[in-house]
């Protein structure tokens, strides 16, 4: 080979090293949404693009890139319970078409970035919960003793999903169907599911009839723990 081939030969296998270790690769604490990764720590503005439900939205960073956004310690009734339209519409009277101050806790299992939310100096979980249209989801956010206090004020006074005799959590709500799909109980798998403990309730639930067996193949290693592939959060 000449030496001015083999001179560019070596500089281009160089080059394309340096870009090997300069761009990390996407992992379980970063996701790569649009022009910029997003990882756990990181706090940045963002204009809300899409209200998605009451708890999940699309927003567009102002350094460039969209990111779907998780709302951290937050559940709000799902669309076909009483009061999910109610928490969704909320929601985008809050933020919807807003500039709003996002703070990353974790990065979910679809690349979601399970963050919380700032508009106009108020805490979106807050104003949610307070309003009676979202539960403080503790599994995943125990310290949050002020979405516990807000909680129990709307309780207390009744508001929103606590004007029902006996609101069902959203989290036992997707228990007992399909999941967003609303698909039938036979076709469940862990893709069906978010968290490891959701999908271990499913799975008790549901192992629990005269055979006793993983009909649905949760279980793979027989363990005894279904989809340990999921985020985990505590310990149940």
Not at 58 to 76: A, N
Not at 106 to 134: F, N, Q, S
Request: a negative charge.
């Amino acid at each position: 080979m000449p030496r001015f081939l083999q001179a560019a030969f070596l500089q281009t296998a160089f080059l394309a090293a340096l870009l090997l270790v300069a761009v990390p690769a996407p992992n379980a604490a970063q996701a790569w949404q649009g022009d910029a990764p997003v990882e756990p720590g990181q706090t940045f503005t963002a204009r809300v693009v899409e209200v998605t439900d009451g708890d999940t939205f699309g927003v567009r960073r102002s350094i460039g890139g969209e990111v779907t956004i998780r709302l951290h310690g937050v559940d709000t009734p799902e669309s076909t319970q009483s009061y999910g339209r109610a928490a969704t519409q909320a929601a985008r009277r809050y933020i919807g078409g807003e500039d709003v101050r996002v703070s990353v806790e974790e990065i979910g299992r679809y690349g979601r970035a399970v963050a919380r939310i700032k508009v106009g100096g108020g805490d979106l979980g807050a104003l949610l919960i307070g309003d009676g249209l979202a539960w403080h989801y503790r599994e995943y956010a125990p310290n949050e003793t002020e979405y516990a206090r807000l909680q129990k004020q709307a309780r207390g006074a009744g508001r929103g999903l606590w004007s029902q005799a006996n609101p069902v959590p959203p989290w036992e709500w997707r228990d007992r169907t399909s999941g967003p799909g609303e698909t039938s109980v036979e076709d469940r798998d862990c893709s069906d599911f978010d968290t490891r403990p959701e999908a271990q309730r499913f799975f008790e639930r549901h192992r629990s009839d005269s055979s006793g067996c993983d009909t649905h193949g949760l279980d793979g290693d027989g363990s005894g723990v279904a989809c340990e592939s999921l985020p985990g959060g505590r310990n149940m």
